[in-house]
């Protein structure tokens, strides 16, 4: 199934672009996109759409923070819906959650994870088929998210980043914009740390009324728009926020989704699956991430995946690799000693 990209996201990319001194013409003309097409956001266009704008950018200006520097440039409310659903949250956490629920409306093959284990982070979840455009679209996003924040509160400052690409010679204006904190380069994973207190800090633009109803209007928008994407998908993406709530049952996730519970499961029935295996098949890759970071802490792991006992976590982990956990731990730990 071809993956297709929200038109808003070409449309911001485009934005940013321009303001660092490319001209819209000749970007339009790479991507074969009229200005009336963009002026609808909530079509979509296939993804090599989103490569070719990039590569042709590249082209032009390869400079390695060219990617930090069009996203920094890209002004609050390119981004359309998902914009404003970060602006109305009454703080900074709730607009990283808000924005991890809904961020396939903007980035169809990047996603938002919250981890809270060791501080909090916001990951960069990239599936981008090419290495080199993966590198890009995360130090794009990482940029973007610091951006937006910075926009909506005084009090937003982030203690780290962490980025995919190789170490470069910094730019003045990256350096100004991006490394108000450390950052370390050539990770496995492209992310934010928060500065102590940031999370809950509360947002200059904060209106609850004006949330509930852009977050009734991204839920529609969501499924009108990405009805093509398997069903499969769309769940999984609920996961993240979902256990972060604590609301995580099938009928949770069904509401969620304006379904009813039986249309949810004749749905998940259809793909072959049950909504048990989506959510083990999530828990497993989470728990497998979070250990390949080095955090060997079984409790932090089962209270970030849901879990309401330790050895419920044990069993599944025994059954996902036929040993229990400690005994996966102590074989990592000698294996890297």
């Not at 955090?295 to 690799?321: C, P």
Request: glycine fraction near 6%; charged fraction near 20%; aromatic fraction near 10%.
């Amino acid at each position: 199934m071809k993956r297709m990209v929200p038109l808003s996201t070409i449309s911001a990319m485009i934005a940013g672009l321009i303001n660092v001194g490319f001209e819209s013409e000749s970007l339009l003309d790479a991507i074969g996109v009229s200005q009336q097409q963009l002026d609808d956001p909530f079509s979509s266009v296939p993804s090599e759409y989103f490569e070719r704008l990039w590569m042709l950018a590249v082209s032009k200006d390869p400079s390695p923070d060219l990617p930090s520097r069009a996203a920094m440039a890209t002004p609050f409310g390119a981004f359309g819906l998902i914009d404003h659903l970060a602006g109305s949250a009454q703080t900074v956490g709730e607009g990283f959650l808000t924005l991890q629920f809904f961020f396939q409306l903007v980035a169809t093959a990047i996603e938002l994870q919250i981890e809270h284990t060791n501080g909090d982070w916001v990951w960069i979840l990239n599936r981008h088929d090419s290495k080199p455009l993966a590198m890009i679209t995360d130090l794009w996003s990482v940029a973007m998210l610091i951006n937006r924040f910075r926009s909506l509160t005084k009090t937003f400052q982030v203690e780290k980043v962490v980025l995919t690409q190789p170490a470069f010679i910094p730019s003045k204006s990256f350096e100004r914009d991006m490394m108000m904190a450390p950052i370390t380069f050539c990770q496995p994973m492209a992310g934010i740390k928060l500065a102590t207190g940031v999370w809950n800090s509360r947002s200059h633009g904060a209106n609850p009324s004006l949330q509930r109803t852009l977050k009734i209007l991204a839920e529609r928008v969501e499924i009108k728009t990405f009805e093509e994407m398997p069903f499969r998908v769309i769940v999984q993406r609920q996961f993240p926020g979902a256990i972060q709530s604590g609301e995580y049952t099938a009928e949770h996730i069904a509401k969620n989704l304006n379904l009813s519970l039986r249309t949810f499961q004749r749905y998940l029935a259809g793909e072959q699956v049950s909504f048990r295996q989506l959510l083990d098949n999530y828990r497993k890759e989470e728990t497998f991430r979070m250990l390949k970071q080095g955090d060997y802490s079984i409790a932090n792991i089962v209270h970030s995946l849901g879990y309401n006992e330790q050895s419920s976590f044990n069993r599944a982990f025994k059954r996902w690799t036929g040993v229990t956990p400690s005994e996966w731990i102590a074989k990592a730990e000698n294996n890297t000693g």
